[in-house]
Structure formats: C-alpha cells, structure tokens
C-alpha cells in the first residue's frame, strides 16, 4: 500500500508507456479493518495506522480500483 | 541514482521476502469480498484460501476463448485459474510471480481445478517479464504494481508483451495524498 499511486497518477503513466484509452473504475474504499485481514501487514504497522491517521480516515485509507487500456493497433 | 537503485531493490527484496513467509493467505473472507458465488466455485479451496488481490480483474479482461493471457504477480493463482476457465484449452494462462513458493503453490492449485494442460507459472519478475515480445493478448493483475519502486519499468514491460490491439485489466490501490511517514516507510505497508 505504501506503494500506491494516485489515481491521476496511475492513468499519466499508463500513457506515457504508450497506452491507450485509460479507463479508471470498480472504486472501494479499503479500511484498516480490511487491511488488517491480509497477512502481509504486521500487527505493529495496523496499529500504527490507527494511531497516525485520523480516525475519519479509518474506513477509507485506500481506493481499490480497476484500470483498463489497450495497446494501440499502431505504434 | 545508486541510492535511488539501492531503494527500489531493497522494496523488491522486502516485498518478496514477506510474499515468501507468510503462512497463508487472506483466506475465505477476502475471497467472498472480491469474487461471486459461481467464481469462488470454479477455484479449488488452496486458491480460494491464498485470495490476496484487491480486486476482480479477470471478471473485467473480457476474455475469450483462445486468447493468451498473463497473469502478473499471480501468488497462489486464483486469477491465472480463472484466466485459464476463461480462455481455455485453445489458449494459455500463464502466472508470474518472483516468489518460488507461490510458483509452486499455484502449479498444485491449478492442477487441482483441472487447468494445468494450458497454464504455466513463470518465476520472475513484473519489471524483466520472461517473455517475448508481443506474446500476449491480455495482462491482468490483481493487487501487484503497488509493490514495486519501478512501476514506469513494469508498465514498459506490459506494454512490450501484449500484442498490438491487446488489453490490460489491471486490479491495484490507490492513495490521494501522502500516507505518514512512519507508514510509508514501514517495510510491511510496502508488501501488504
């Protein structure tokens, strides 16, 4: 997650790599309580989410979202 | 621009070696939050149980019948599985993924659901993908380009694959704004 880009970001890249009619969509707010779920984070990091981010933020910390392009027929 | 080669190699390191020590995967609740009913029945219950995207990008990709697909980053192999019921025995699913037991792990899952005579896993990575150019009609990904430092070079590397006129479906996160510093540079918050 501390990998994540922002989504006008994400879409900017995909361009400059050459591809076409980006499609940004399928948007969820993913929580800490979500988050927690997956075993990559540590306890420690979970709970230094819930102390540094403000607690508004505690159901929406990221945006799990679907990107669609399409390589150009013709470079 | 050592330094910054340092950083992006230590990522990939810390990424891969929490892919490789975790004992299992988000399991049945994770996997109930991002695939219906009748998708989860087409996975054997090891694929269903390593479930650790964010997203659906298979039900997105619009696969057809005897395309080839590559699944980047495809950990246990629930999306490579899917692919593969998609596509078929005409075409090919093939998984990359740099952690070797995941390549084994979703070899036995893929076999379990029956769709190993069209699906392959590659050890590898999403930033040097071991294939030919234009090789591929559609990439999916489900949760994957977050965990790397290069991810100009690993878009490059998608876009080198697919054949002119081929797709992406690509499943990840995003963030506006900046996460914490002592997040952002916690080593676990990279893989997870």
Redesign the interface.
Known sequence: ???????RV?AE??G????ADAWVG?H?P?SID??S??????D??IE??RR??PSEQHDH??????????????P | MAKDLMYQNEIRDAVRDAYGSIASGAGEVVASMLYSEEELAELPAGARDWALGVGNPVRYAFLQPGEVVLDVGSGGGIDTILAARRVGSTGRAIGLDIVEAMIDRARANASDAGVEGWTEFLLGEMERVPLPDASVDVVVSNGVLNLTARKSRALAEIFRVLKPGGRIALADLTVEGELPPEIANDQSAWAG
């Open positions: 997650m501390a990998g994540a880009l922002a989504e994400f890249k995909l400059r790599a050459g591809f399928g969820r993913t979500e988050a779920q997956y075993p990559l984070f540590t420690e990091v230094q989410m540094a981010l910390i990221a945006t799990s979202v679907i990107v669609k392009a399409r390589k150009p027929e013709t």
